[in-house]
């Protein structure tokens, strides 16, 4: 019930096309849901979250979509460059361990390669 | 700049011998994390700590030990009874209240001799 389920597992595009992540979930506990961009030997950065009484959220080419009533949500890169070419994580969050802090469940981690 | 500084980058261990992760802040977080990261796999809690001189296990807690007598600093280490500990080590630190992200530093590698 605590995980979080993400496809595709790899995923190549064409520059300047749209790269679509999705996640779903079973747990309507999870209160935030963000996205995690990872360069190899790096640590993973925040790219974009949302919280479930929102339904869009964009930040310049980085669009989540969120379906509450699915339990699905998703990641649009728009105009996908290769430098974008990188690991995605969702995640989901949930007051955890009796309440004593937010605990995020990450996805397996999408492989991105943006072909120039 | 603030921001969170994992070392070493790299680390070897040998059969038997404990090893420990060094994790520092300057971005004044009271939350600090670890977690375990194995190819094709998400991110796994290992500890978290939310205050000075306490902490608390996660998810894959067995083999590992850390403290935090410091705001800035959470030391993780791996003992010689983690079987398997040849990963991608990975600190995070947060605001405590709400939803606030969590940020993560450059991780280190630990592989096993």
């Known amino acids: 019930q605590q995980q979080v389920k993400q496809s595709p597992q790899s995923l190549i595009v064409q520059k300047g096309g749209i790269s679509i992540i999705n996640c779903a979930y079973e747990?309507?506990?999870?209160?935030?849901f963000p996205w995690y961009q990872q360069f190899p030997g790096k640590g993973p950065a925040l790219l974009i979250a949302?919280?479930?009484?929102?339904s869009e959220k964009k930040e310049g080419r980085f669009t989540i979509s969120f379906n509450k009533s699915a339990k699905q949500f998703s990641l649009h890169i728009m105009d996908s460059q290769p430098g974008d070419s990188a690991t995605y994580f969702c995640?989901?969050?949930?007051?955890?361990?009796?309440?004593?802090?937010?605990?995020?469940?990450f996805g397996t981690g999408t492989l991105l390669a943006v072909q120039p | 700049d603030g921001g969170i500084t994992q070392s070493p980058k790299y680390l070897f261990r040998k059969e038997g011998q404990n090893v420990t992760l060094s994790c520092e802040q300057n971005?004044?977080?009271?939350?600090m994390y670890w977690y375990r990261q194995d190819p094709g796999q998400g991110l796994r809690l290992i500890y978290y700590?939310?205050?000075?001189?306490?902490?608390q296990k996660g998810d894959i807690a067995e083999g590992y030990s850390v403290s935090r007598e410091k705001k800035e600093s959470f030391p993780l280490t791996v003992t010689s009874a983690q079987k398997n500990p040849t990963a991608f080590y990975l600190c995070?630190?947060?605001?405590?209240?709400?939803?606030?992200?969590?940020?993560f530093g450059d991780g280190t590698r630990l592989s096993i001799l």
């Open positions: 747990n309507t506990a999870f209160d935030y």
């Open positions: 995070a630190s947060r605001f405590t209240g709400g939803n606030q992200p969590q940020h």
């Open positions: 995640a989901a969050s949930i007051r955890a361990y009796g309440g004593a802090t937010n605990k995020l469940i």
């Open positions: 700590s939310q205050i000075v001189n306490d902490f």
């Open positions: 971005l004044n977080h009271d939350a």
């Open positions: 949302i919280r479930p009484d929102v």
